[in-house]
């Protein structure tokens, strides 16, 4: 009796040994997630990293929230995500507690409706229709038709580097403030009359992409500056917890030269590493 009981313990206990390495075994290879929030802007850049680094690292997933640069930078602030996403620099008191760098350069294109007749605009009359000096499309050589003023919400990295591109700070006068870059898309390619910026990344054929002072917005006029209305895409992170595990190695690739091509995919210019 006493044989059959040690048995039936030793076969329990091996059972128990077995259940614990499977659990160790499935632990392992447990899948891993790095969050990423902010920039509505830098949607293309971030999916496009996010897709090449999960193929290669099939345990890990990489999301992104798009809820715009202001609450982005908020969100890696309070910890709720591990890296920040915005499309404008940080101001001096995010700057205390946030290290931010640069991943890409991007280009704010003005876009209007392809029926349009204008091409060109400098870009002391693009900050005139802002701010409702210019109100006419014929007096920069269009249509005689009211100019329709389409920007982004207050919180937007676009916003803010346009704004500061411009010298139009607070005095922009807006017949629509929307909240992602996709929407001024989509209302400008809709209203003849209107005006919109964008990330140049996020540009389509149903909008019409203008000149700034003679010069289009491509890679090489971002990358040389000829192209005025250009700002950085930035990765943020908290200066009092350093990154690990996943997160940190979606951070470095990002960061690095391995990036560029995908960078590039996505429209945004990469910058020297």
Known sequence: MKKIKLAGLARLAAAAVLAVGMLSSCGARSEQT????????????????????MEKNQNVKVTYNPTGSGAGIQAVR??????????????DDEKETLNAA??????????????????????????????????????????????????????SGT??????????????????????????????????????????????????????DGVSPSNETILNGTYRVQRNFLLVTRKDKELTGAAKDFYDFAMSTAADEYIEKAGAVPVAK
């Open 34 to 53: 790095v969050s990423t929030d902010g920039s509505t802007s830098m949607e293309k850049v971030i999916g496009f990293l996010s897709e090449a680094y």
């Open 78 to 91: 309070d910890g709720y995500c591990d890296i920040g996403l915005s499309s404008r620099d940080l101001k």
């Open 102 to 155: 640069v991943v890409a350069i991007d280009g704010i294109a003005v876009i209007v409706n392809p029926e349009n007749p204008v091409t060109d605009l400098t870009v002391e009359q693009i900050a005139k229709i802002y701010t409702g000096e210019i109100t006419n499309w014929s007096d920069v050589g269009g249509s005689d038709l009211p100019i329709v003023c389409i920007g982004r919400e207050a919180a």
């Open 159 to 212: 916003r803010d580097g346009f704004e500061s591109i411009t010298g139009t700070e607070d005095s922009c006068k807006y017949a629509q403030e929307l909240t992602s870059t996709g929407d001024v898309v989509q209302t400008v390619s809709s209203n003849p009359n209107a005006i919109g910026y964008a990330s140049l990344a996020s540009v389509k054929d149903s909008v019409k992409a203008l000149k700034v």
